[in-house]
């Protein structure tokens, strides 16, 4: 039996958490509809609860490791049985492009499956976030928000909502820049961490409950310069937090800031940008204008590859 999950991309961004993965500020994501992970599994009877799991035909031990200490955490009731997935990208992992949140969605539609728990979807996102925060924004497809705000009706800090977007955003591509495909040597998790003791922390959750009302309202209007301008302010916050954290590090790539520039000079189309926590760069921009991005990543190619994708606004 297989299951799927989107990736997603976030253009107010999740960065601080707290008690049981709750968010430390509401943030509101695009699903992707090519970038997927992909799993398959075969569940046997066991004296006790196994899990083995293999990314792209290799086990991988540490993703067990992670697994297992997050299944602790939960309140789920596990059998005894031996669960053998197996899992795959149609993206390059740990490169920015929000592997965790695809990977940890699809698990927790497996676990609904095997145990039976026949979730709906606001409790198989609660149980998707458990694994990893992000994850919750895609177990549904279109513009997803997470955490309670007033202005979104049922909206929680447990589960993500869906958004209703203006049809100016119902046909954006996603193109994504990929500078440097090297697992990342920070994890997000780690990051999050840092946001305890980090200087700036209460100043950013509230500049991002404040972004989040805006662009939630952006969205809606259609809104593309309050929308584009956003996004693009979120990436460069999210980076700075990291480069201002205590250790401070820093996940973005000289190509990344090449490419930036070459984008403020050279491109010429309505368009705005994000990078999630690696130095890959996510290029959005409608539909009519993708001879454009095209014909400038011809001549500008300080990037590794491009992996074309699609918005997905319902
Ligand atoms: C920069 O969801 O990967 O992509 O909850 O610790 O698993 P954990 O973190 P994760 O953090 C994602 C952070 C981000 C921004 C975002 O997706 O909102």
Same mark, same amino acid.
């Given at each position: ?31 992707? &509809? ?10 046997? !009877? =066991? ?17 067990? &490791? ?25 993206? !390059? ?38 694994? =990893?925060? =992000? ?5 549904? =497809? ?54 305890? &003791? ?33 996004? +693009? ?20 790539? !000289?190509?990344?800031?090449?490419? +930036? ?44 590859? +491009? ?8």
């Amino acid at each position: 039996m297989k299951f799927s999950a989107h990736s997603n991309i976030a253009l107010i961004k999740y960065w601080g958490k707290h008690g049981h993965q709750l968010p430390s500020n509401p943030s509101i994501s695009f699903s992707l &509809k090519k970038c997927q992970t992909i799993m398959s599994f075969a569940k046997t !009877p =066991s004296e006790e609860f196994k899990l083995e799991f293999f990314f792209e035909d290799q086990r991988n031990l540490s993703f067990e &490791k992670k697994i297992q200490e997050k299944l602790k955490k939960t309140s789920l009731n596990l059998s005894s049985f031996h669960l053998k997935i197996k899992s795959e990208n149609t993206f !390059p992992h740990s490169c920015g492009i929000a592997s965790s949140a695809s990977s940890m969605a699809c698990f927790a539609k497996i676990l609904d499956n095997t145990l039976n728990l026949e979730l709906d979807s606001k409790s198989l996102s609660s149980l998707a976030r458990e694994f =990893s925060g =992000s994850a919750c924004r895609s177990i549904k =497809s279109g513009a997803q928000s997470w955490g309670e705000v007033d202005y979104i009706e049922g909206s929680s800090d447990k589960y993500a909502s869906f958004v209703k977007i203006h049809e100016r955003f119902h046909n954006l591509r996603d193109t994504i820049i990929v500078v440097d495909s090297s697992e990342k040597k920070v994890s997000s998790t780690l990051g999050h961490s840092l946001m305890n &003791k980090h200087s700036f922390a209460s100043a950013r959750f509230n500049q991002a409950r404040e972004h989040h009302q805006q662009m939630v309202e952006a969205l809606r209007t259609g809104d593309w310069d309050t929308f584009s301008s956003l996004t +693009i302010h979120e990436a460069w916050v999210l980076h700075s937090l990291m480069q201002s954290a205590d250790p401070s590090f820093c996940l973005l790539r !000289p190509d990344t800031l090449k490419m +930036i520039e070459a984008l403020n000079d050279q491109l010429n189309i309505p368009f705005t940008y994000t990078m999630d926590a690696g130095p890959n760069i996510h290029l959005i921009y409608e539909d009519k204008y993708h001879q454009d991005v095209l014909n400038f990543l011809e001549v500008h190619r300080f990037y590794e590859s +491009i992996i074309e994708d699609e918005v997905s606004y319902e």
